[in-house]
């Protein structure tokens, strides 16, 4: 048998560019969707390993007083006491020496008596990182 050419068909392998645009444009709006939520979640992530590294770190100060009746020198001290392992990392710095450290409102007493994040930005709820 001999094949037979179609006279007057081209053929018409893949897309058209009509049906490339619609596939970006639902492609870009999904994405329009999904990315503020994604980032979103990340800073929501951050603050709260931020918030519980902050928790951590005020009951080791606590406990800190409790046993010694004074406070810790600088952080360091509790981590050489054993009462934190190491100190954490500052998940909006990246870094573990941003931690501010607070004196005791009383001025009869040395040491630290509260931690804050180094970071000046403002969290998801309005307040200031450094404020927590």
């Not at 490339?20 to 969707?33: H, N, P």
């Not at 980032?39 to 409790?66: P, T």
């Not at 009869?108 to 509260?114: K, Q």
Request: glycine share 6%; aromatic share 12%; charged share 25%.
């Amino acid at each position: 048998m001999v094949s037979m050419y179609r006279v007057g068909k081209l053929n018409q392998n893949g897309f058209t560019l009509i049906e490339l645009l619609v596939v970006m444009a639902i492609i870009a709006t999904l994405l329009s969707i999904v990315a503020p939520r994604y980032f979103n979640s990340i800073e929501k992530a951050k603050e709260a390993v931020l918030r519980q590294d902050l928790k951590i770190m005020r009951d080791s100060i606590d406990q800190f007083y409790a046993d010694f009746g004074k406070y810790p020198l600088d952080l360091e001290e509790l981590v050489d006491k054993r009462y934190l392992r190491n100190i954490p990392i500052d998940p909006m710095t990246e870094s573990d020496t941003t931690w501010i450290e607070m004196p005791s409102p009383n001025d009869d007493e040395d040491g630290v008596y509260d931690v804050h994040s180094g970071f000046t930005g403002r969290a998801l709820d309005g307040t200031f990182y450094e404020e927590w």
